[in-house]
């Protein structure tokens, strides 16, 4: 048994948790994950009417009495899926955990939290994961191209199998702000030096100096 935040939130042996896969997600592969210590997530959409995910969950249930959960993919439609009805059949049979996609699930987050339920929300940027954190998300998975992440401004989908790196969303911030510092300490030296300093970007335009610079050329830093 390994543990780390992550099995003590779920409440699993090993730190591996299988997401969301649509069509392939059921009640077969969360439960043998689930069954081999990890947790797994079915994908809610697989299933047309909320009726066949309540189903899906009873048949989990018969097939492991470990953890496991629910993901929830919020996509642009013409035709949106009943979310809250989806949401309240999980709520009804019990479901713990539950795993966010596609768009930001705040609007849902009153309904799953005043249940009790657990949110992991499928992120892929930092930004994206901090503002997971504030509107409420117990944990996100960050995950790339390969997982089909959209990153911001990108149009390419590269890759079809899942893999995500899942982590503590404290992990981020604290390296955030550690390197924001890390970074100030630094001009702020290179502010102290006699000699001229300058950062060029690979474009060729100016993106720091010091104060020497400005000294030297008599020029002021919006040159």
């Known amino acids: 048994m390994l543990r780390t935040r992550i099995t003590d939130l779920f409440g699993i042996d090993r730190p591996i948790v299988q997401g969301g896969l649509m069509w392939i997600a059921r009640s077969e592969l969360a439960s043998a994950v689930g069954n081999a210590g990890g947790i797994g997530f079915m994908t809610a959409l697989s299933f047309p009417e909320p009726d066949g995910l309540r189903a899906e969950i009873r048949k989990c249930r018969e097939l492991t009495d470990k953890p496991f959960g629910v993901n929830l993919t919020f996509l642009p439609s013409l035709r949106q899926p009943d979310y809250p009805a989806y949401i309240h059949v999980c ?93 100030e300490n630094y001009r702020i030296v290179l502010n102290d030096i006699e000699d001229g300093y300058v950062e060029n970007d690979l474009s060729g335009n100016t993106v720091f100096c010091n104060d020497a610079v400005c000294r030297i050329f008599g020029v002021s830093r919006e040159w």
């Open 91 to 183: 709520i009804e049979e019990g479901i713990r955990f539950i795993e966010t996609a596609g768009r930001n699930p705040e609007p849902y987050m009153d309904q799953l939290k005043s249940a009790g339920i657990k949110v992991i929300h499928k992120c892929t940027s930092v930004r994206h994961a901090v503002k997971a954190e504030t509107i409420g998300c117990d944990a996100v998975s960050i995950d790339g191209f390969e997982a089909a992440g959209h990153h911001p401004g990108e149009k390419a989908q590269v890759g079809s199998k899942g893999f995500g790196c899942l982590i503590d969303i404290t992990v981020l911030k604290n390296r955030e702000a550690a390197l924001s510092e890390t970074e």
